[in-house]
């Protein structure tokens, strides 16, 4: 029996029953007295004795669902056979799959795209490698590369387990960006080997985006592969959460009236998203940030068997705060927590300066109930998608790499990153912007085109860049 999704309402139960034994009526009846709504049924086979049919049912969530399952199993002359919901059903086969730009009809379609043809093409490519990116899918692609190690909400689940997650970003980046993502899950966990297989792989794509690998191994893996590669690498887990928090930044001050640079921020959770954060604010002239993990304020006093921790601790809290979070938080207009359920208390709220500015972004729980923090804030923002002001990914990825890649960067810098967050802020206009609408939806179809045109600018005015747009445009608008 599959298990239920809670993303699903809806579940197909398929059922076996004696027509002796119970009629229809009466399994409909059952259900309908433990809450569930029938809006679908479908004949499999039936007989004279017996009868199989899948029944559509929806359900207020998976401990709904399992409920009616286990009333359907307590009747006489019933057997559930199998149940599934919309979730799994999307899941079968796969969610992606690869198809031909041109269709081969002929055998002169064959001899081109395949031999004899395809050899004068190799040997260009051979005899000049940049080529590639013009003949090959390599000007349009990005590897989406993970170990299963530190997928949201789920841990360690390891590589084949962590394949639907990988799939459902490349199906986001194709969708939102038309960049072609192809899901590599590795079966190990040794970063140098991760190093070596992801530079093996390399010449097919245009950009590298790092996926859940856990820290502290996830530092490691990407800055080797930055200083050794000429393509883009990205570990979107800790600059794609920076990148959208500093635009909700940007936003959220200007309805509290403060500037960024005197502004004091207390971190809670200091792993690979609440360094990149931290990284992005000092780039973004934040001053003051004190980062808090389980033995209190990180200082330069202290000496840690954690490495991170260390190099943390040398570029933050310029004061030399000591102490717990209950300590550090005092008068201060930011909090930012990419940590744990129920750290941040009303109390600590209470001790913040005017009109704080909280992002409690731990998923699946926030670090202080929304309902609960909303009376004592000016501006909240969470990882979900049912309160308001989500923080999310999916704003930054799908436009940072379809600029880096029409631009043919061979990185993607700070620079470019200030210019992502500026242009998701910048698409939230004055009229918009409130309290409870300080980012832009993730559907929101100028999100990516503004994205783009931020990163191509940026990169080229860092010196990243590698293929002129406004050159190529301009000659084009010239020779037409």
Same mark, same amino acid.
């Given at each position: 029996?599959?298990? *239920? ?73 019933? %057997? ?43 040997? /260009? ?63 190990? %966990? ?35 592969? %930055?200083?050794? *590669? ?101 008068? /201060? $207009? ?27 972004? /731990?998923?699946? $729980? ?115």
């Amino acid at each position: 029996m599959s298990q *239920l999704s809670n993303a699903s309402t809806n579940i197909i139960i398929r059922l076996h029953f004696q027509k002796n034994l119970i009629t229809f009526s009466e399994i409909a009846k059952v259900i309908g007295e433990v809450g569930g709504d029938i809006i679908g049924i479908d004949v499999i086979s039936t007989s004279k004795t017996q009868t199989v049919r899948d029944i559509t049912i929806t359900v207020k969530n998976q401990k709904h669902g399992q409920n009616v399952m286990d009333v359907l199993g307590l009747l006489k002359g019933v %057997k559930v056979i199998s149940v599934s919901d919309r979730t799994f059903l999307l899941h079968l086969g796969g969610k992606i799959e690869v198809t031909p730009k041109n269709p081969i009809k002929n055998r002169d379609d064959l001899s081109r795209v395949y031999t004899p043809g395809v050899a004068q093409v190799c040997r /260009a490519i051979e005899e000049e490698p940049q080529k590639a990116h013009s003949l090959t899918i390599k000007r349009n692609t990005v590897a989406v590369v993970s170990d299963g190690t530190a997928v949201l909400g789920l841990g360690d689940i390891g590589p084949l387990a962590a394949m639907p997650v990988m799939e459902g970003k490349a199906m986001l980046f194709k969708q939102m960006a038309d960049v072609d993502a192809f899901p590599i899950c590795l079966d190990t %966990k040794d970063p140098e080997e991760i190093i070596k297989i992801v530079k093996a792989i390399a010449p097919a794509f245009g950009g590298i985006n790092l996926e859940d690998i856990s820290s502290p191994r996830c530092f490691e893996i990407e800055e080797t592969l %930055k200083s050794e *590669l000429n393509i883009p690498v990205f570990h979107d887990d800790q600059h794609g959460t920076a990148v959208v928090l500093l635009a909700g930044l940007y936003n959220a001050l200007k309805l509290t009236g403060k500037n960024i640079e005197e502004i004091k921020v207390v971190l809670n959770g200091v792993g690979a998203a609440g360094t990149a954060c931290a990284k992005m604010l000092l780039a973004a002239g934040v001053r003051q940030i004190i980062g808090v993990d389980r033995i209190g304020a990180l200082n330069k006093n202290e000496s840690y068997e954690n490495q991170n921790w260390t190099a943390f601790s040398q570029m933050t809290n310029p004061d030399n705060l000591k102490g717990s979070l209950t300590d550090v938080i005092k008068g /201060a $207009d930011v909090f930012i927590g990419v940590s744990a359920p129920g750290v941040l208390t009303v109390e600590h709220l209470q001790s913040m300066a005017k009109d704080p500015i909280v992002f409690a972004l /731990a998923n699946p $729980d926030p670090e202080i109930d929304p309902e609960i923090a909303e009376p004592y804030v000016k501006v909240l923002a969470t990882g979900r998608s049912d309160y308001p002001n989500q923080i999310n990914n999916v704003l930054c990825f799908p436009g940072i790499f379809r600029g880096a890649l029409d631009c043919r960067a061979s990185e993607i810098n700070e620079q470019m990153k200030i210019a992502t967050a500026k242009a998701i802020a910048d698409v939230v206009s004055d009229d918009e912007l409130s309290e409870t609408y300080i980012v832009p939806s993730v559907f929101n179809q100028k999100v990516v085109e503004k994205v783009r045109k931020a990163v191509v600018k940026a990169a080229h005015e860092s010196g990243v860049a590698r293929k002129d747009l406004y050159k190529e445009e301009k000659s084009f608008q010239e020779n037409r």
